[in-house]
């Protein structure tokens, strides 16, 4: 499948998986760089695998005392959207 990352989103996952989880950014390839966006090719089972990712973190950490979105949540729950398979 191919996910089209905006600036944002590609450097947060990218950053965030080479912390922790770095066998899992290995599999993303990159295709091609557009303007501000980078065109991904994962398959589903990574895709999965990176949804759950995005889901842990943010329980841990989307969301302020007053459960409103973090910076961090908004960029997460817009991961976990992108790489949605049905």
Do not use: C
């Amino acid at each position: 499948m191919i996910i089209k990352l905006n600036k944002n989103q590609f450097d947060f996952l990218s950053y965030s998986l080479a912390e922790k989880h770095e066998p899992l950014r290995l599999r993303l390839k990159q295709v091609s760089k557009e303007n501000q966006f980078t065109i991904m090719e994962v398959d589903e089972g990574t895709a999965d695998e990176i949804r759950d990712w995005a889901g842990d973190e943010l329980q841990k950490k989307g969301f302020d005392i007053n459960y409103d979105l973090t910076s961090d949540g908004k960029i997460l729950e817009e991961l976990i959207d992108l790489f949605y398979v049905e």
